[in-house]
């Protein structure tokens, strides 16, 4: 009996004594106005405000004051006979380039036909492109695929012949895209080219073998030379 009234003695001893304090003391607690009886000036408004997603815009200005209040935007251009759809910082792995540039060198995108973010976009008309975006492309390396095998055979005859290549491609990596109000307008027609006729030389500063060459053409078809 003496050891366990001892025991609980002990537990009781041992707890924490624990002092009651109000909990308006530890906390910050802003009394308005109807929390002494008063009324407030100015009613609360039951309905939420309008997200931005809801605004429309009725000019191609306010279009890209509100586009460019997004954080992230993206662009759907064209890379040569391809069209894209890319983001910032992002790579792309295109087939090798026609002209082969060097590493580093930088490409600049001038076939955007739309530019958005989450909750607006801007599109060019069927047939058109879009002006005042800015996006370019910096050249990462030049690599090549994995090697493919073609078997390739004719029929009845028994021929057979393995045909090995390895695709040759080239990484780039998006960069910033900026969209510029004073120069957008969807509507703008693409530039056409126009090709002009090279200017034909005297006859007589042709060389011997093409003066004859012009003159039985000239006797054979009725042309007459310049």
């Known amino acids: 009996m003496f050891s366990l009234a001892r025991r609980s003695l002990l537990r009781q001893s ?51 004051t509100l586009l ?8 759907v251009a064209k890379v040569y006979a391809q069209k894209y759809l890319l983001h910032p910082t992002e790579i792309l792995t295109v087939p090798r380039l026609e002209t082969t540039p060097e590493l580093g060198s930088v490409i600049k995108l001038t076939r955007v036909f739309e530019v958005g973010s989450r909750d607006f976009a801007l599109k060019a008309t069927e047939g058109n492109r879009l002006t005042g975006v800015e996006c370019s492309l910096t ?9 493919e095998t ?26 910033d895209i900026k969209v510029l109000s004073e120069q957008m307008d969807p509507d703008e027609q693409p530039k056409e080219r126009t090709l002009q006729r090279p200017v034909s030389k005297p006859f007589d500063q042709y060389s011997p073998f093409d003066q004859s060459i012009r003159g039985k053409l000239a006797r054979q078809y009725g042309i007459v030379g310049e």
């Open 68 to 75: 460019n209040s997004q954080p992230e935007k993206y662009i």
């Open 150 to 175: 073609v078997l390739k055979t004719k029929r009845r005859k028994g021929y057979k012949k393995e045909v090995r290549s390895k695709q040759r491609f080239t990484r780039l990596r998006v960069g």
């Open 139 to 147: 050249v990462l390396e030049h690599t090549t695929g994995p090697m």
């Open 14 to 64: 041992a707890a924490p004594l624990v002092v009651g304090t109000p909990a308006r003391s530890f906390q910050n607690v802003n009394h308005g106005p109807s929390d002494y009886g008063l009324e407030s000036s100015q009613p609360r408004s039951l309905v939420p405000p309008a997200p931005s997603h809801h605004i429309q815009p009725t000019t191609p200005h306010s279009a890209v």
